[in-house]
């Protein structure tokens, strides 16, 4: 009996407009720059009609991107609203897969934005297994405070009685044929620009290193510390950090250069150095781990591994032997492919956009 479980930043999935750009120049779409706009009335209603016709593509492309896991589980980031979910998955993801996921899991949680981390899920497996969900928790209600996780290095303003997640962690009891296995899906704080003289990723890894030990504290609190062991749960989401990159040097004439490169330190460390989780990514090939294409020009450029199944021990070696897939098919065309790795892409996929996302979906086939 075998279970699919994916995982998916879907980037965006949001039911409202936003028309911040025409006060603010830096939120305004590039296309629309192109035109001279004489009234916020007029703005409004270029910008409705330019949403709309780029989020059709979108969502065709983010159902082909899901449709290709053939998951019986999808952990998603980026959902605005239960709304917005029930809409792309009728009026999308059934019509391309024909099986629905009837069963869907989203609870507001703490971003500014308003996007939410969610579950979707079938009534039964591949292989006909019932899928039941027991009970379904949110945790974003937790401080710093509460954990004693405050530390020196936070970014300045940030307080112990702020909440620790910027999502969410959410946390699912499942029977899989009667088996339990518990699923935390998570969307830690993302990168952001530099500041005080450390570039977007250090300046805000304290808050991700937080957020990591937070799930840790979690699980523990839930199973007893040194009894997780034994246990069935699985991490799944965006982390907004790496612990391997490829950067890329080079250009589209004379052909590019991929160099793996490890970091020093990153929140994956706190599941990672002792053996509480497997990064079960890792046993793909080195070059070939990546989920996600960063860019700020040419000095800048390299492919890394943002989104995660984080497997307890028990349930990676019971799945010792199996390996993950990394759905590319929904990337844009100026992400630059390791020789060897390039892929078909999805129907009118265009050089930025329109894509699936700016994430690659991540599955693997477990016994559970």
Request: aromatic share 8%; hydrophobic share 35%.
């Given at each position: ?93 059934f019509r391309m897969v024909g ?123 839930r199973f007893g510390a040194g ?142």
């Amino acid at each position: 009996m075998s279970l699919r479980l994916a995982t998916f930043n879907i980037e965006n999935l949001m039911t409202r407009f936003d028309f911040t750009g025409f006060r603010n120049q830096l939120k305004q779409d590039r296309v629309l720059r192109l035109f001279d706009i004489r009234s916020e009335a007029e703005y409004q209603r270029l910008e409705e009609a330019r949403t709309i016709a780029h989020t059709d593509d979108t969502r065709q492309q983010t159902a082909l991107a899901i449709a290709d896991t053939d998951a019986d589980i999808i952990c998603l980031q980026e959902a605005d609203n239960m709304s917005a979910l029930e809409a792309f998955e009728y009026g999308y993801l059934f019509r391309m897969v024909g099986n629905g996921y009837r069963q869907k899991y989203l609870i507001e949680g703490n971003d500014t934005r308003g996007i939410d981390v969610a579950v979707l899920m079938r009534e039964q497996t591949r292989d006909g297994q019932p899928i039941v969900c027991v009970d379904v928790r949110s945790h974003a209600s937790l401080t710093y405070r509460d954990l004693d996780l405050f530390t020196n290095d936070m970014p300045e303003g940030t307080n112990p009685d702020d909440r620790i997640f910027k999502r969410d962690c959410l946390e699912l009891d499942l029977r899989i044929a009667g088996r339990p296995l518990t699923l935390y899906v998570v969307h830690f704080k993302s990168m952001g620009p530099g500041r005080n003289g450390l570039d977007g990723r250090q300046s805000t890894m304290p808050l991700r290193v937080a957020e990591a030990s937070a799930v840790r504290r979690i699980i523990e609190g839930r199973f007893g510390a040194g009894r997780t062991a034994n246990k069935s749960f699985a991490i799944c989401g965006d982390m907004n950090d790496y612990q391997n990159k490829l950067v890329i040097e080079g250009d589209r004439k004379n052909g590019y250069s991929f160099t793996p490169a490890s970091e020093e330190r990153s929140c994956l460390d706190v599941f990672t150095r002792d053996g509480f989780a497997t990064n079960v990514v890792e046993r793909r090939p080195v070059d070939d781990q990546w989920t996600l294409y960063h860019s700020r020009g040419p000095q800048e450029r390299h492919l890394c591994q943002l989104d995660y199944i984080l497997l307890s021990p028990r349930l990676a070696q019971r799945n010792a032997e199996r390996i993950p897939e990394i759905i590319r098919g929904g990337q844009p065309y100026r992400t630059i492919f390791p020789p060897g790795q390039e892929v078909e892409r999805y129907p009118r996929i265009g050089w930025d956009r329109p894509k699936a996302s700016d994430h690659c979906p991540v599955v693997m086939t477990l016994d559970v």
